[in-house]
């Protein structure tokens, strides 16, 4: 699926249809013995359509600052993701990876969807041939009052920690696949709360081999990008298969390299990693309410 997308990405020069996130959709729907988030295949489509869509609206017609253009496409997947009563927090990244590359054309919401419809075909045919087990889906119950409160709070600790950073203009710090995996620890009934330092190492890990296939095959050696994405791929999945956590934050923040400006390459990893441990510190500690009242 990732070749795929950075070969038609580089064949097209279209490089809007490069979506990290789809790397994390794949963990999630494909690769993951069971799917980590309660949602189904009709959520998948609609929920991703309408963050991309969203996010790239936000571009072309918000004229507000940087932070608060992130904090507006925060706000609106928190609504629509208690609207549809379902824990699908890769959407956040499909909302607001355009708000940081500044991508305003129809290409990137598009291509978007159609990707999720291929992930959820794919996902539809292992299940038929009992490739992988049948995702039930059971809608989350909880109370409206309670994700507003938990939603806000989430927001509002997300723009405190983001001042720095956007004021910098060091967004990166704060990279999509990170403000989904800050999404993600502040649940307290997510596994991946139990195991902080794998997560922090995982992501740390993704973003600094993306990086350095990119420079070394890429920008060095001149091959092309789909080389560089598909060994990027084998090396996580295999790493993800040792260490037996499929954490699907951490191939999005693989890919994203591939679209970063070359001069970013170096700095990237050290930002990811400060970020994932400033990002999870305040997910854990801030987050301890009762996990009842949680997805």
């Known amino acids: 699926m990732a070749f795929v997308m950075v070969f038609v990405a580089e064949v097209s020069q279209e490089t809007e249809i490069i979506f990290p996130e789809i790397c994390a959709l794949t963990i999630g729907a494909w690769v993951s013995e069971q799917q980590p988030w309660v949602t189904d295949k009709r959520r998948i489509f609609i929920l991703m359509s309408l963050a991309a869509l969203f996010g790239g609206l936000v571009v072309k017609y918000c004229t507000t600052a940087l932070i608060f253009q992130v904090c507006l496409c925060f706000a609106f997947t928190g609504f629509i993701l208690t609207v549809f009563k379902t824990n699908f927090v890769p959407i956040i990244s499909a909302c607001i990876l355009p708000v940081y590359l500044r991508t305003n054309s129809w290409v990137y919401p598009i291509s978007v969807s159609l990707m999720a419809l291929i992930i959820i075909f794919a996902q539809w045919l292992m299940e038929k041939y009992h490739f992988r087990p049948v995702n039930n889906f059971i809608p989350c119950e909880f109370n409206i009052k309670t994700q507003i409160i938990k939603w806000s709070k989430l927001l509002i600790v997300f723009a405190f920690i983001a001042l720095i950073p956007f004021k910098t203009h060091q967004i990166y710090f704060l990279a999509p696949p990170l403000i989904v995996m800050f999404t993600e620890l502040s649940n307290p009934k997510s596994p ?98 009762d996990s009842r009242k949680h997805l």
Do not use: Q
């Open 192 to 289: 991946a709360r139990t195991k902080p330092f794998y997560i922090i190492g995982l992501m740390t890990f993704s973003s600094f081999v993306g990086c350095a296939l990119r420079l070394l095959l890429n920008e060095i050696l001149g091959l092309p990008l789909f080389v560089c994405t598909v060994l990027a791929c084998t090396i996580l999945f295999f790493a993800l298969d040792r260490l037996k956590i499929y954490f699907p934050p951490a191939g999005a923040i693989l890919l994203i390299p591939m679209i970063l400006d070359k001069s970013l390459l170096v700095s990237f990893p050290f930002e990811v990693f400060f970020g994932a441990v400033i990002l999870s510190f305040f997910a854990i500690v801030l987050f301890k309410e």
